[in-house]
């Protein structure tokens, strides 16, 4: 009895938190609009250091966990929807090996690879 009430606090107190299982049997939570939020930025500040020739920002937290979790793949899906896509990792190493590997965000450029000046 006691445990359910606490399990019931536990939820209330969570409010709008999303979860998915991590490898080790525990639970990550996160804010759905905050994961987003993390993911584009990446995404932006990735396209920017790419123009600007320097490295990449590290990954979100999010994107750690994902790549930590039991279930990669419905982790991925549960914490980013049908915006993985946008992501500048490559989806396939982080859903079947967990690895977080930058991928080319230019068609038919290689990552690292200097872009043509178009400005002429």
Known sequence: ????????LEKSL???LSSFELADG??????PQA?????FLFFSDSMKADHNG??????PEILRAVAGARNREDALER?????????PV???ALVERGELV?????VGQDLGEPLEDLSE
Request: a positive charge; zero cysteines.
């Open 26 to 31: 525990t639970r990550y939570y996160y804010d």
């Open 90 to 92: 490559d989806r396939d």
């Open 102 to 106: 930058s991928r080319p965000l230019v």
């Open 1 to 8: 009895m006691l445990r359910g009430k606490l399990r019931k």
């Open 35 to 39: 994961a987003f939020s993390q993911a």
């Open 14 to 16: 969570r409010g709008d």
């Open 54 to 59: 320097s490295p990449r920002p590290d990954p």
């Open 79 to 87: 914490a980013l929807g049908g915006f993985a896509h946008i992501l």
